[in-house]
């Protein structure tokens, strides 16, 4: 069992940046963010693999950045050029099998691990 505990989330005004951590207890292949707003369904916001896999939901591309350091079990996600439709818990997920691909697609269903969550709020 993995457990995954993130933060970095706040408050921000449109146009601002934050930065997102994940904490990981164990090794995985992949790591991947989600979001999720109220209302909404859940959404894939990036993901890296560790054969060197990224990928993007295209909402982000060119604005947010996912990235780990694996001495330390940690992913990352910086966020910048945000917008209030970037609002929402954010999640930190971990699948032992998947490469990034997979983990933003229909397969994201069946992630391993999922952390609790930190809220991103964006003011117009």
């Known amino acids: 069992q993995v457990q995954l505990q993130e933060s970095g989330g706040g408050s921000v005004q449109s146009g601002g940046s934050l930065k997102l951590s994940c904490a990981a207890s164990?090794?995985?292949?992949?790591m991947a963010w989600f979001r999720q707003a109220p209302g909404k369904e859940r959404e894939g916001v990036a993901a890296?693999?560790?054969?060197?896999?990224?990928a993007y939901a295209d909402s982000v591309k060119g604005r947010f950045t996912i990235s780990q350091d694996s001495a330390k079990n940690t992913l990352y996600l910086q966020m910048t050029s945000l917008k209030p439709e970037d609002s929402g818990m954010y999640y930190c997920?971990?699948?032992?099998?998947?490469?990034?691909?997979?983990?933003?697609?229909?397969?994201?269903?069946?992630?391993?691990?999922w952390g609790q969550g930190t809220q991103v709020t964006v003011s117009s």
């Open positions: 890296i693999d560790s054969d060197g896999g990224v």
């Open positions: 164990g090794d995985t292949r992949c």
């Open positions: 997920a971990a699948d032992r099998l998947m490469t990034a691909i997979q983990a933003l697609g229909h397969q994201s269903v069946l992630i391993d691990y």
